[in-house]
T-cell receptor, first 113, second 111 residues
Framework: GAGVSQTPSNKVTEKGKYVELRCDPI?????LYWYRQSLGQGPEFLIY????????DSGLPNDRFFAVRPEGSVSTLKIQRTERGDSAVYLC???????????FGAGSRLTVL | EDQVTQSPEALRLQEGESSSLNCSYT??????LFWYRQDPGKGPEFLFT???AGEEKEKERLKATLTKKESFLHITAPKPEDSATYLC????????????FGTGTSLTVIP
């Protein structure tokens, strides 16, 4: 596609529920990043994929968070037993092989009531 | 500890009033320093990459410079459409493939 697409753009859920956020990167981009941005803060690194494998998941806050990229393209961020503190904008970015510029999507705003 | 600090947190300028935003960093083995612009409700949009001290990049009314400890984003004769949050990020040997972002400067340009 022309840009990085993230769905849903907005998600409201109740505490304890399971949530999936989807990222469709730019076609041909090999690397994919997930970031979390709280209000008034900069993006905080969560996980980085090179191809299908998670090359660095050191930013995932705990084992309730998990991400997959089974075919090396679309990625899904999965959050189990959501907590109010998980409320934030979740940003996805993709990166062309050999380049260092990240192209971001518009984000998925998650609100946990 | 790796750190990226941006100042000021917020800046209000009259249209045409030039100013500078600061990004100071302490990382090991800088691989690149990046400036992004973020509009409300959108993801960050890439502006510049700087790799070594002394390097400068320009785009329209924006100019980014880099020293060994900090980067400046100079805005010359800003217009209201330059209003946005400007984010600085670093990629360093100590951060691997991570891009470590500052908290941003929120710029408002008043007509």
């Amino acid at each position: 596609g022309a840009g990085v697409s993230q769905t849903p753009s907005n998600k409201v859920t109740e505490k304890g529920k399971y949530v999936e956020l989807r990222c469709d990167p730019i076609s041909g981009h090999t690397a994919l990043y997930w970031y979390r941005q709280s209000l008034g803060q900069g993006p905080e690194f969560l996980i980085y994929f090179q191809g299908t494998g998670a090359a660095d998941d050191s930013g995932l806050p705990n084992d309730r968070f998990f991400a997959v990229r089974p075919e090396g393209s679309v990625s899904t961020l999965k959050i189990q037993r959501t907590e109010r503190g998980d409320s934030a904008v979740y940003l996805c970015a993709s990166q062309q092989f050999g380049a260092n510029v990240l192209t971001f999507g518009a984000g998925s705003r998650l609100t946990v009531l | 500890e790796d750190q990226v600090t941006q100042s000021p947190e917020a800046l209000r300028l009259q249209e045409g009033e030039s100013s500078s935003l600061n990004c100071s960093y302490t990382v090991s083995g800088l691989r690149g320093l990046f400036w992004y612009r973020q509009d409300p409700g959108k993801g960050p949009e890439f502006l510049f990459t700087l790799y070594s001290a002394g390097e400068e990049k320009e785009k329209e009314r924006l100019k980014a410079t880099l020293t060994k400890k900090e980067s400046f984003l100079h805005i010359t004769a800003p217009k209201p459409e330059d209003s946005a949050t400007y984010l600085c990020a670093v990629q360093a040997g100590s951060t691997g493939n991570q891009f470590y972002f500052g908290t941003g400067t929120s710029l408002t340009v008043i007509p």
